[in-house]
């Protein structure tokens, strides 16, 4: 099984980026998805999840309104979409597979985990 999490990178306060995580072994419409992001010396924190059926999204305070959880279970892949960015969005972002379907907010409840892609946000 394996998650690679794509599209991070270099933008200036206020860009945007589109995150990609592809998945090989393992039908990605079985489950929920959440995306992580964590910022040197600070501790993994929950960004967005999406359930299994892509009918239930969660967002963390921080980033609601500027961050878009969506799926593709046609093409196994999941995607976030975030604009406005900010400074305190840079981190290495993680994509995250929960077998429940659910797409929680606890990473401990996250089976599989991508390799990570670093978002840095200039100011």
């Known amino acids: 099984v394996q998650l690679q999490a794509s599209g991070g990178g270099l933008v200036q306060a206020g860009g945007s980026l589109r995150l990609s995580c592809a998945a090989l072994g393992i039908t990605l419409s079985r489950y929920g998805m959440g995306w992580f992001r964590q910022a040197p010396g600070k501790e993994r924190e929950f960004v967005a999840a999406?359930?299994?059926?892509?009918?239930?999204?969660a967002y963390a305070g921080s980033v609601k309104g500027r961050f878009t959880i969506s799926r593709d279970n046609a093409k196994n892949t999941v995607d976030l979409e975030v604009i406005s960015l900010k400074p305190e969005d840079t981190g290495v972002y993680y994509c995250?597979?929960?077998?429940?379907?659910?797409?929680?907010?606890?990473?401990?409840?996250?089976?599989?985990w991508g390799q990570g892609t670093q978002v840095t946000v200039s100011s």
């Open positions: 999406i359930s299994s059926s892509g009918g239930t999204t």
């Open positions: 995250a597979a929960d077998a429940e379907g659910i797409g929680p907010r606890g990473f401990l409840q996250y089976e599989y």
